[in-house]
């Protein structure tokens, strides 16, 4: 499975972004899928999951109720819709997948990354 992040940007403090994640190779849908995120000199952090279906998701407790992370399988790609953003949330943000259906916020249980989209929210 390959995936391409994008949508990253800069954005004021409040505002909003949406980052999209393009799965593409062998059952591409069936994954479950991550978003994480690794600002300067600090370790890689979950942001949020969704199950294969999109019946499932877990978040956070950082961004919960300001994030929002969602599918589209006909099309192979996962959003992070970012609202309320805060300068705290400026950070690379990669999204990852791995062929389990159970979702689990730890980055070592996730087999392909994409190569990460950058978001700077200025105060």
């Known amino acids: 499975v390959q995936l391409q992040a994008s949508g990253g940007g800069l954005v004021q403090a409040g505002g909003s972004l949406k980052l999209s994640c393009a799965a593409s190779g062998r059952s591409a849908s069936a994954n479950t899928v991550a978003w994480f995120r690794q600002a300067p000199g600090k370790e890689r952090e979950f942001v949020a999951a969704?199950?294969?279906?999109?019946?499932?998701?877990k978040y956070a407790n950082s961004v919960k109720g300001r994030f929002t992370v969602s599918r589209d399988n006909p099309q192979d790609t996962v959003f992070l819709q970012m609202n309320s953003v805060k300068p705290e949330d400026t950070a690379v943000y990669y999204c990852a997948a791995r062929a389990a259906t159970v979702l689990t916020t730890s980055r070592y249980q996730y087999n392909y990354w994409g190569q990460g989209t950058l978001v700077t929210v200025s105060s």
């Open positions: 969704i199950s294969w279906n999109g019946g499932f998701t």
